[in-house]
C-alpha cells in the first residue's frame, strides 16, 4: 500500500491543488498530511486526510527572530524525517508554504523522492532552493522552466478541485434576472484594495442592472454597508464552481489557482493583481492571461480611479447604452479562457506520483 506525505500549507492556493491531487490517487493509497498550526489547512485537511501539524514561520525581522526561526525549521525537518521514518513513506508531495522546506529536505534526507508544484508563470524562491533536492519540479505555467536551473521539470498545469470540471446549477442565494452577472473574488484572507475599488461602482453597476456576487474574504470591516436586492455579499463560499461556470465576468486577483479555475470554468475575468506578492508574480501570472486574450488587467489604484468601471463598460457594452452579458469581446475572452485550460492536471501529477512508487 503506497504512502505519500503531502506538505501544503497557509493558503488555499496551496491546499486545494494539493487535495485535488489527494482525491485523484488510486484508492489503496495512504495520504499523510503534514501542516502549520492555525492555518486554513485545519479547517479542510482533517475532514478527509490524517492531518500532523507543526509550527512554523517564515525566516524573516531582526537576527533574533531569524535565529528562533532557523532552530524551528530544523526542529520541523527532524519532525518531518521521524514521520517519513515511523509512517514508511513512499513519496513527498508539495505545493508549498512554509512547510515544503521542511518536507523536501527531509525527503533528500530519508532518500525518499519528492515532488514539488509550483503554480505560478514566476517560480518563487523556495522552488529554485529545494528544487534541486526533487525528482521532479511541476509546473503550473508552460514556461516556467525556463526560470529554474538545476532540476527536472515538467508542465502539468495546477489541478482544480473536481467540482470545477462539470457544470452546475446557480445557488438559490445568488440575486435573480436577466442583468449580467458579476463575481468578485479577492481570496480567502480578503482583498482590500481589491474591495474598496469595486465598491465605490457597486452603486453604478446595480443602476444598470447588474447582479453582483461579492466574495470579500474575512478582513473586510465595510461588508453590507451597501444593501440591494441584486448585490449579495460574503466573506467565502464553498459554491465557488457554480458561481464561476454561471459568471458573465468575474473580477479578481491573480493567484495561480484563482486562474485555473476561471480557465476551467472559461469565464472571462478583470484581473486586479495584488500589489505586494513576491517577485511580483500575481502581475506575470496577469499578463499570461491578457495575453492570451482571456483576460484585461487593472491595476489597482485608488477607488475613484475610473479604469475598472472602463473595463467593464467596454465588456458588457454600457457604452451601447444598455449592458450586455454576450458581447464579442466576452464571447472571445470565453474561448481564449478554455483553449488555456488545462483539465487534468490532478491526473499528471497523481501518475507522477505513482511512477515513483513503482
Request: aromatic share 6%.
Amino acid at each position: 500500500m503506497p504512502r505519500v506525505l503531502i506538505a501544503a500549507s497557509g493558503t488555499g492556493g496551496h491546499i486545494f491543488p494539493a487535495l485535488a491531487v489527494a482525491e485523484a490517487l488510486p484508492d489503496e493509497w495512504d495520504v499523510l498530511w503534514v501542516g502549520v498550526l492555525d492555518r486554513l489547512e485545519n479547517e479542510l485537511v482533517p475532514k478527509k486526510y490524517q492531518l500532523q501539524t507543526i509550527r512554523g514561520g517564515a525566516i524573516q525581522g531582526n537576527f533574533t527572530r531569524k535565529f528562533w526561526a532557523i532552530i524551528g525549521l530544523l526542529l520541523s525537518i527532524f519532525r518531518i524525517v521521524y514521520s517519513i521514518h515511523r509512517e514508511k513513506i513512499d513519496v513527498v508531495f508539495s505545493t508549498g508554504g512554509y512547510i515544503a522546506a521542511p518536507a523536501i529536505i527531509g525527503a533528500f534526507l530519508c532518500n525518499v523522492p519528492a515532488v514539488m508544484h509550483e503554480s505560478n508563470a514566476e517560480p518563487g524562491r523556495a522552488v529554485k532552493l529545494l528544487g534541486r533536492f526533487c525528482e521532479t519540479v511541476a509546473l503550473g505555467f508552460f514556461g516556467a522552466s525556463n526560470k529554474i536551473k538545476g532540476c527536472r521539470t515538467v508542465f502539468t498545469g495546477t489541478p482544480v478541485r473536481p467540482s470545477f470540471l462539470s457544470t452546475q446549477a446557480l445557488p438559490k442565494w445568488v440575486p435573480s434576472g436577466n442583468g449580467p452577472l458579476l463575481v468578485v473574488m479577492g481570496g480567502s484572507q480578503g482583498a482590500l484594495g481589491l474591495n474598496l475599488m469595486v465598491r465605490f461602482i457597486t452603486p453604478k453597476l446595480l443602476k444598470e442592472g447588474c447582479r453582483i456576487v461579492h466574495l470579500t474574504g474575512v478582513n473586510d470591516p465595510n461588508r453590507h454597508k451597501i444593501v440591494h436586492p441584486n448585490l449579495v455579499e460574503r466573506t467565502f463560499t464553498n459554491e465557488i464552481p457554480a458561481l464561476l461556470h454561471n459568471a458573465d465576468l468575474a473580477i479578481s486577483r491573480a493567484g495561480a489557482s484563482a486562474l485555473s479555475e476561471l480557465s476551467v470554468c472559461g469565464t472571462p475575468a478583470i484581473l486586479i493583481p495584488f500589489p505586494q506578492a513576491k517577485d511580483k508574480h500575481q502581475d506575470i501570472n496577469a499578463m499570461y492571461f491578457a495575453k492570451s486574450g482571456a483576460a484585461l488587467i487593472v491595476h489597482q489604484q485608488s477607488p475613484e480611479s475610473n479604469a475598472l468601471w472602463d473595463s467593464i463598460s467596454l465588456l458588457l457594452n454600457i457604452n451601447s447604452g444598455e449592458f450586455s452579458n454576450c458581447s464579442e469581446v466576452l464571447l472571445e475572452m470565453k474561448l481564449a479562457m478554455k483553449s488555456i485550460a488545462t483539465l487534468d492536471a490532478d491526473r499528471k501529477l497523481a501518475e507522477l506520483l505513482i511512477h515513483l512508487t513503482v
